[in-house]
């Protein structure tokens, strides 16, 4: 069926939404000081980041700070496409200043001393900015030439780079609201 791949698309879109609404309510609920019977002890806290991690965090939270709401504002213009817009052009519209974010802001992560200790995380940050940017890329080509596969491509490097920043976030913020 010739219809059948922008419906499937639009499936998965409007599901990413859902899990991210659900998210974003399961962090705003309110928490009880005392733990219910029958659940698990809290785990450990992580020890305490040196001065040095805490200034990479630090510097780093200014860029994630928009790094996440450039994120969600992509996913939305996707999701905005396939339940009615349909207008490439009001999409490319809306994508490019993101893809120019990510673009910027890999470059600028790229450009920040980690210490030894968050290299790894320091990496998984960059590939996360690379991956939003891959992401925009895909979306901005769909706008040129119509083919859902970009769109696809998209959403795959969207989970990948939404997956690093969650992995960075739970070493440098732990508890951080997550709103993918």
Do not use: C
Request: net charge negative.
């Amino acid at each position: 069926m010739p219809g059948r791949g922008p419906l499937l698309l639009a499936g998965v879109v409007v599901a990413l939404a859902v899990t991210t609404g659900a998210a974003w309510l399961h962090e705003l609920r309110p928490r009880s000081a005392a733990q219910p019977v029958g659940t698990r002890a809290e785990q450990p806290q992580p020890p305490a980041l040196t001065p040095d991690e805490e200034r990479f965090g630090t510097a780093l939270w200014a860029v994630h700070r928009e790094a996440t709401r450039s994120a969600v504002a992509m996913s939305f213009a996707g999701i905005s496409y396939h339940t009615g817009d349909r207008d490439a052009r009001a999409l490319a519209r809306k994508i490019e200043p993101l893809a120019q974010f990510f673009h910027d802001a890999e470059i600028q992560v790229r450009s920040m001393d980690a210490p030894p200790s968050l290299s790894r995380t320091h990496g998984q940050y960059i590939d996360a900015m690379a991956h939003y940017a891959g992401a925009a890329a895909e979306m901005l080509k769909f706008t040129e030439d119509g083919n859902a596969q970009h769109l696809g491509d998209a959403h795959q490097m969207d989970v990948s780079a939404s997956q690093d920043m969650l992995r960075v976030g739970e070493v440098l913020w732990p508890g951080q609201y997550k709103p993918h």
